[in-house]
């Protein structure tokens, strides 16, 4: 079993900046895809970000909403995923939730993770 653990989550100023990790714990992926999802007050979970992996292969996927303000990495080391969120914006305020799949393929549909982390909080004030 996979078990996910986000941290980073808290207040910001519009225009300002954070960083998400996401844990994993429980199994090394030999090829995988880890993402960043979120779920604002009454809308449904969207797609935020991605990335895929795969011995030497790396690829990225962005939401069109957060592209060239959002960058997702990742710690081979601390078998981790970051999020660095910067310009933030009030609309990036949402639950923000970390997913894997054992996939290299990158999708935005939340049917196509297996595994699930239990959310952070992030809210942006104007």
């Known amino acids: 079993q996979v078990a996910l653990v986000e941290s980073g989550g808290g207040l910001a100023q519009a225009g300002g900046s954070l960083r998400l990790s996401c844990a994993a714990s429980?199994?090394?992926?030999?090829?995988?895809?880890m993402g960043w999802f979120r779920q604002a007050p009454g809308k449904e979970r969207e797609f935020v970000a991605a990335?895929?992996?795969?011995?030497?292969?790396?690829?990225?996927a962005y939401a069109d909403s957060v592209k060239g303000r959002f960058a997702i990495s990742r710690d081979n080391a601390e078998n981790t995923m970051n999020l660095q969120m910067n310009s933030l914006k009030p609309e990036d305020t949402a639950v923000y939730y970390c997913?894997?799949?054992?996939?290299?393929?990158?999708?935005?549909?939340?049917?196509?993770?297996?595994?699930w982390g239990q959310g952070t909080q992030v809210t942006v004030s104007s």
């Open positions: 990335i895929s992996w795969s011995g030497n292969r790396i690829y990225y």
């Open positions: 997913a894997a799949r054992e996939l290299f393929t990158a999708t935005p549909r939340e049917s196509g993770y297996d595994y």
């Open positions: 429980g199994r090394t992926f030999r090829s995988c895809t």
